[in-house]
């Protein structure tokens, strides 16, 4: 049992120790996975003129569920839809946040980041945004290199490209999309806006599994 903490940095050196109980979190591949998050989510935050503290932070944080087994995920962030009964992975951002407030964290931008990172940002949290984009595009994963380099010039084109591309997936794959990322998808400018041309997904797909 990991002893919570009681009381918040407040200063950079600080950071160290939430770095540190992340590391104690998490397998040490997906330890490095966060660091190249952070650094990423603070390369696009700079690039688009926001926060870059709290997108590293949140980058830092977004995991620190990850690696829980699922009995644990279940407790911390019990399933609001059948998706997340059956695959309790998908868990892991919202049981994340639980986790980090129960020790104390506040800072609600970077706990709503952490909170949508696995199904998507919402209400246009800018932070959320940078670090759902750093999290699918971080070199590591050798995969959505355009996405990162979209991100690095217009934030809102890598958020409506990588959310568009991931429900068109899950669609076509005959994969239930999970609620949040409808309601995510249903966000973007394109699809609040039908003029745009861009139909809205059905609100159900025909199958029980998600990603
Ligand atoms: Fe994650
Ligand atoms: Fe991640």
């Known amino acids: 049992m990991i002893a919570p903490v009681l009381t918040l940095p407040d200063s950079p050196a600080a950071w160290t120790g939430w770095e540190e109980r992340v590391r104690l979190m998490v397998r040490p591949r997906r330890f490095e996975h966060v660091l190249r998050v952070a650094d990423l989510a603070a390369q696009i935050a700079a690039a688009n003129g926001l926060d ?64 949508d990172h696995t199904t998507g940002p919402r ?42 591309s991931k429900v068109t997936y899950l669609q076509g794959k005959g994969i239930t999309v999970h609620p949040r990322t409808l309601r995510s998808y249903q966000e973007l400018p394109c699809c609040a806006h039908p003029a745009s041309g861009r139909p809205h997904p059905p609100a159900t797909a025909p199958s029980s599994t998600f990603q």
């Open 52 to 115: 870059v503290a709290r997108a590293y932070a949140a980058g830092v944080l977004h995991d620190i569920a990850r690696d829980l087994p699922d009995a644990e995920l279940l407790r911390l962030a019990p399933p609001e839809c059948e998706i997340d009964g059956l695959h309790p992975l998908a868990l892991h951002g919202r049981a994340g946040r639980t986790l980090l407030e129960r020790w104390g964290y506040t800072d609600l931008v970077v706990l709503e980041a952490v909170e």
């Open 123 to 164: 209400g246009g949290n800018r932070i959320a945004q940078a670090v759902y984009i750093a999290d699918v595009s971080e070199p590591g994963r050798g995969v959505n290199a355009e996405i990162r380099e979209l991100a690095l010039h217009d934030l809102n084109a890598a958020l409506e490209k990588a959310i568009i």
